[in-house]
């Protein structure tokens, strides 16, 4: 197999990868001690050197800290009816409602509509957000709010809904910025925020994307044939508030692909490499990128939110009136979002950004949309496998943390193993929810599509820089990803 080849290459590299293992926080952050001594002691000698040459080129130098940033979160049934007099506490006369056509017609929209009507708040509603927004369709958003100006916004809905509330937000502040002004590199100028956004509240009805915690936000470019997005932390939502009653109405197969989602962010930031080990080290802590690797605060969250994605989102997807999965599902999704918001993904994302952008015609079941459409989640998880099977190399310890949580015995487990034996959990568990295509054939692509899926891939740099075991040498990268794809193509 090509990926065999692949990591037999990568384990080559053993110094390099011992000090990657050793730079991890120990076995369990849950139960032992998250504050590993090996991450700070290195990130002290790194500032020591940093702090000792004023003027010093730092673009070639690794950071030495981290920083975590996440919304104030609101969690509990019911609590999308305080909405109202969140808004009047801020003194916001008029908010700019942002939804989809779906959710308008829902109980989480009406519900925060009389939220909104009972204290007196008047609002605008946009409800033409894209399933999968796609550049065109963020514009039309944009627009919409300059021509309706306010003094917070609301977005009542799924990672769609939420980021292109995001994405309303900041161009509004900016109204004569080019729509590439603020996109993530080198796709667009990846610009750093400067100015303070209005206040926005996010009220997810998916138990997937965490945006409500985050300040990312993630669209289509359609003439690239590749998703992006922009990420800085002035994004992130004033409050999210989670109620599980809104997730009540979910379809199984939003359920399954929102939830395959928190899988896929807790896994990837749980095995990002180190935030000490990332460069080049920002010359200003503005440009600090809120993607900035593991950090034994973010693993906490991201350990967690496995655990319980493991556990309940099989039950979540197979039965709808299961109200305990749900809301733990809910709950999952945005200690995930907390996790991957700060630590940041890698591979199985910045592969997604290719597949989904470049769909060849395929359209996920049980989604009241009328055009091809691969949900996020799907997109991301359906490489999974042959992914964690080739960043295994760099890190077995955490791969067989990740794998004894999906129930396999590691007690006698090899390092070398822990890349088959993590993959093979993530194909029984995708197997197990059903409905999901079980590698990238199923969406449609074949053995000819793969050169074009690699150079989509190539330009997600914020988060292919956080792979570990991933080399700086494009021509590498391509021979990296070309391997992964193969090997995802059919499981």
Partial sequence: MVLSRIAA???????????????????CPCHGNPMHPHNFAQAAKTAQRFMA??????????????????????FGPGSTREVGMDFKNMRAKKVLVVTDKTIAQLRPMRVAIEALESEGIQ???????????KDYSVKDAIE???????????????????????????YT??????????VNAPLGKGLPITKQLKPLICIPTTAGTGSETTGTAIFDLVDKKAKTGIAHRALKPTLGICDPLNT?????????????????????????????ERTPRPTNPILRPAYQGANPISDVFSFRALQMTIKYLPRAVHDPSDEEAQSQMLLGATLAGVGFGNAGVHLCHGLSYG?????????????????PLIPHGVSVAVTAPAVFAFTAASNPERHLQAAELFGVDISNARAEDAGAILSDAIKKFLAKLGDQPMGIKGLGYGSGDIEGLVEATLPQRRVLMLAPSFEEEVDRQREVLTGILEDAMEY
């Avoid at 990568?10 to 120990?26: E, F």
């Avoid at 109204?175 to 603020?182: I, M, N, S």
Wanted: glycine share 8%; charged share 20%.
């Fill in 9 to 27: 290459t990568a384990r080559t590299r053993a110094t390099n990868a011992l000090r990657t293992i050793q730079s991890h926080p120990p076995s």
């Fill in 53 to 74: 040459t004023p003027g010093m080129d730092v673009s070639r130098q690794k950071e030495y800290a981290f920083e975590m940033a996440a919304s104030s979160i609101r």
């Fill in 123 to 133: 609002y605008e509603i946009y409800d033409k957000v894209h399933v999968e927004p």
């Fill in 144 to 170: 919409f709010g300059k021509k309706h100006p306010v003094d917070a916004i609301l977005a009542v809905g799924g990672g769609s809904v939420m980021d292109t509330a995001k994405i309303v937000n900041l």
């Fill in 173 to 182: 502040a900016y109204p004569e910025a080019d729509f590439l002004d603020f």
């Fill in 248 to 276: 009540r109405t979910m379809p199984s197969a939003v359920a399954a692909a929102s939830g395959l989602d928190v899988l896929c962010h807790a896994l990837e930031s749980y095995t990002a490499i180190p935030f000490h």
């Fill in 355 to 371: 597949i989904s952008g470049g769909n060849p015609g395929y359209k996920q079941a049980g989604y009241a949309v009328d055009y």
